[in-house]
């Protein structure tokens, strides 16, 4: 069987695709996300470690690891939509690039504040200019700064391709955030993360953080879905099909007769 | 009721654990429920202005293309 992809690519086909979807990928990560608490709250060991072990708060780890690789998985995924944008001047792109935007940001913020948690506890601070903490906070400016220059520019065409090379220009900071644990000089600057591998990690923990990975994952798709359906919906409401569409499904959305009467005769 | 308490208490971190686990939960349903409200009101100003097209320009008369309807300032 040949699927033609590009026929996916046009907002009129895609749009009840995603509706589709999105009730499946609710769902899933509702369940997962469950799954995972459970396990890591219920199945794992109270202590982290040996000689010196974390105590109950390393079980920050099962939202804020999931939550740092979803932050720095979403913006590969913006850049990439956003480059598959200005190379092809796909209308698609740019509006997944905008759709997954909001989401990147609020797993960065949930990656910087778990974090704090678990510094507090660990390190004894909050907060550190350490460099991956640095670099992680610059990462959440960045989607702040792609979302804040695209609703800034009113020509949504421009728009596209102004923080499309917003996002581009600031990949450069996921080498440098996942590399920042790599300190050359321990008297210039202090890493505080230390050096993990998930091989070595007790594997009732990391069943958690993987579920809790997954169940973050479909989320992010089905939250993306939503927004884009929306912004689908307002970049082309001056097309056939939404006016359709719309008048399809109007007796659920359409406002009070009053309401509607005072605004058509306004 | 004993094995609850301890399971909320964390072993004395309850603070950085709920504090933690807490702020994700509420922002995860934030997220959603201000990706509702605004589905409806995008819904709905969507709406209202295919209503205001198709009362303007009347099915009955099939334009090859979609033309705006020529505004005070036009006439």
């Known amino acids: 069987m040949k699927i033609n992809w590009f026929k996916y690519a046009s907002p009129a086909t895609f749009y009840p695709v995603a509706g589709r979807l999105v009730p499946l990928f609710g769902i899933a990560a509702v369940v997962l996300m469950l799954f995972a608490l459970y396990w890591g709250f219920l199945e794992t060991p109270e202590r982290l470690g040996g000689t010196n072990p974390q105590k109950e708060y390393y079980r920050i780890i099962f939202i804020h690891v999931p939550a740092a690789w979803m932050s720095m998985w979403l913006y590969l995924v913006l850049a990439g939509w956003s480059a598959v944008g200005l190379v092809f001047n796909t209308r698609l792109s740019f509006m997944l690039a905008n759709a997954v935007a909001p989401t990147g940001a609020v797993f960065t913020f949930i990656a910087l504040w778990t974090g704090a948690f678990w510094g507090r506890p660990s390190w004894g601070t909050y907060w550190d200019w350490d460099p991956r903490l640095t670099s992680e906070l610059i990462l959440f400016f960045l989607y702040i700064g792609f979302m804040a220059l695209h609703s800034a520019i009113d020509d949504s065409r421009r728009a596209d391709r102004a923080a499309a090379l917003l996002a581009i220009v600031g990949l450069v900071m996921l080498p440098i955030i996942f590399w920042s644990i790599n300190c050359p000089d321990p008297n210039n600057c202090a890493a505080l993360h230390q050096r993990s591998s998930l091989g070595k990690i007790e594997s009732n923990i990391l069943i958690a953080m993987l579920t809790m990975t997954l169940g973050f994952w479909l989320y992010s798709f089905a939250t993306s879905f939503v927004r884009l359906r929306g912004i689908i919906l307002m970049r082309e409401q001056d097309s056939a099909w939404v006016r359709e569409l719309v008048a399809d499904d109007g007796g659920a959305v359409q406002p009070k007769p009053g309401e509607s009467d005072r605004e058509v005769s306004a | ?75």
Do not use: C, K
Request: charged share 20%; glycine share 6%; net charge positive.
């Open chain 2, 1 to 75: 009721m004993q094995s609850l308490l301890d399971f909320l208490h964390q072993g004395g971190y309850a603070f950085y654990v709920w504090s933690a686990f807490g702020m994700t939960f509420v922002l995860l349903v934030a997220e959603v429920v201000s990706l509702r409200r605004s589905r409806r009101t995008i819904l709905r100003r969507v709406g209202r202005l295919a209503r205001l097209r198709a009362q303007n320009e009347p099915s009955s008369q099939p334009s090859p293309r979609p033309s705006p309807q020529p505004t005070e300032f036009q006439r």
